[in-house]
């Protein structure tokens, strides 16, 4: 039997218990809201920005949480006291629950919360080393007036189906480019470029998920006198960029040293992405919520 306790439904039960309605409007359509954070060392990083944008998510798809914020900020922290973690990834998900085989949520009527804590599987240190090949797609980003980026929703197949081509193409990330050929964002990342020691970074109107990384690098690289800006560009900017990295919860900050066959600068990641990659590291144990004060997970 399992160890891992997720919180579903207003309650913790084990992984084996775990288990949602087939009716469940998430699951029938995609019909739902997320979160993917992190804690390093017990601090979990960023939560309340998490949490604000899972509320901003659910707000524009009329999803109404049963919890105010504090109390789901309260139930994550517990997820991962419960599992004894203190590095772990932590997915929230809030679908729209169970309804029946119609198209209609009305016929939904209690939102499904759960949260799942798992130790994290780190990305292999050797990639941070030899950086990322990344391929641009024929996909599009959905285009903000349709499916808006910023709704981080359960339905992620535009991200799927990049995702797809990218393996297809044997690169290990897509591109992704907007309706007028913009860059927008990797599958699940945020994507920025360096030239002449300048950093960009897409606008998000164009089409990206305000990235809780790539809000924090910006912070990072301004108070690191870096010049940083938010700027539209284009594919020939990323081929002739001195550095292209992206941003994540998932990958931090990781290079690309290669966009659809053209070697970025000379194929190693460069020195301005090591650098804010190590100091991320430096503020991610800090800059967030402790979730483990001593004597709280001695009681547990
Ligand atoms: N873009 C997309 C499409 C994503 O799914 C993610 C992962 N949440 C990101 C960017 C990076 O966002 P964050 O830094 O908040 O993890």
Avoid at 17 to 38: I, K, M, N, Q, T
Avoid at 266 to 280: Q, W
Wanted: glycine content about 6%; charged content about 25%; overall charge negative.
């Amino acid at each position: 039997m399992s160890s891992q306790w997720i919180y579903l439904d207003d309650r913790f039960v084990k992984k084996e218990d775990a288990v949602v309605s087939v009716f469940d409007h998430g699951f029938l359509y995609g019909d739902g809201v997320f979160e993917g954070l992190r804690a390093y060392n017990g601090n979990i990083f960023k939560l309340h920005e998490h949490i604000e944008r899972l509320y901003q998510s659910a707000q524009s798809i009329m999803l109404h949480l049963p919890y105010s914020k504090e109390e789901m900020e309260d139930v994550i922290v517990e997820t991962i006291r419960r599992n004894k973690l203190e590095t772990a990834y932590i997915r929230v998900v809030v679908s729209r629950g169970p309804g029946n085989l119609g198209l209609d949520p009305v016929n939904c009527t209690k939102p499904n919360v759960i949260v799942i804590a798992e130790p994290l599987a780190l990305f292999p240190q050797e990639l941070y080393q030899r950086g990322l090949k990344m391929g641009s797609v024929a996909s599009r980003r959905n285009r903000p007036d349709v499916l808006s980026p910023q709704v981080k929703s359960l339905n992620y197949l535009n991200n799927i189906l990049v995702k797809l081509e990218a393996n297809q193409a044997g690169v290990d990330e897509a591109l992704m480019l907007n309706d007028q050929g913009y860059v927008t964002e990797g599958s699940a990342d945020n994507i920025f470029i360096v030239k002449n020691k300048k950093i960009f970074t897409p606008p998000v109107y164009l089409g990206a998920l305000e990235g809780i990384t790539r809000n924090a690098i910006i912070d990072l690289a301004s108070e690191l006198d870096y010049s940083i800006s938010e700027t539209p560009f284009t594919r020939h900017d990323v081929y002739t960029a001195d550095e292209v990295f992206l941003t994540g919860t998932a990958v931090e900050v990781i290079a690309v040293v290669d966009v659809d066959g053209r070697v970025i600068s000379d194929g190693i990641p460069g020195e301005i992405t090591n650098h804010l990659l190590t100091e991320f590291r430096k503020i991610v144990t800090v800059d967030g919520v402790h979730c483990y004060p001593a004597e709280k997970v001695n009681a547990v």
